[in-house]
């Protein structure tokens, strides 16, 4: 595996783990050139349905666009790195679990927005104020009216 310091592709592991969820190997190596230490991972390659985005677009199921989302939203915010894998891993399990080509974008930050809604109210109101689209302050207002009631937009 080519070192992301130094570009040398010898290293050894020092050590391994099974996920929680059993669907990826954790591993932490040491480059034998500068002897800096990475974690890499290793998952299954599982065909991933193709996301159709709102203006009818197709583009690959992209794991690490859902991560960069999340970590955006919850900038600043008491949320841990195992926090936001489990998060992309529950949205890459459900997706599969569908067993269909095409997955609409909306299936997927529905179940963004579910997930900070739990980890996050203000990484939540951060994400669906531009996953949403809220054209003024009063729609945000709502949302936040909303969130506090319990009641939640989709439930």
Do not use: W
Not at 64 to 77: D, F, N, P, S, V
Not at 106 to 127: N, Q, W
């Amino acid at each position: 595996m080519k070192c992301p310091f130094c570009g040398h592709l010898e290293d050894k592991v020092i050590d391994s783990r099974t996920s929680k969820e059993g669907d990826a190997i954790r591993r932490r190596r040491e480059c034998l050139k500068c002897e800096r230490r990475f974690t890499s991972y290793e998952r299954i390659e599982e065909v991933m349905p193709m996301v159709v985005k709102k203006d009818g677009r197709r583009e690959p199921f992209d794991r690490q666009k859902i991560l960069h989302g999340l970590k955006k939203a919850c900038e600043k915010r008491p949320v841990s790195t195992e926090q936001y894998e489990d998060v992309v891993n529950r949205i890459e399990r459900k997706v599969m679990a569908l067993g269909v080509r095409e997955a609409p974008s909306s299936l997927i930050g529905e179940e963004v927005m579910a997930a900070l809604k739990e980890m996050d109210v203000v990484a939540y109101v951060r994400f669906a104020s531009v996953y949403r689209q809220f054209k003024d302050i009063s729609e945000l207002m709502d949302e936040v009216k909303t969130l506090f009631e319990g009641k939640g937009k989709n439930g």
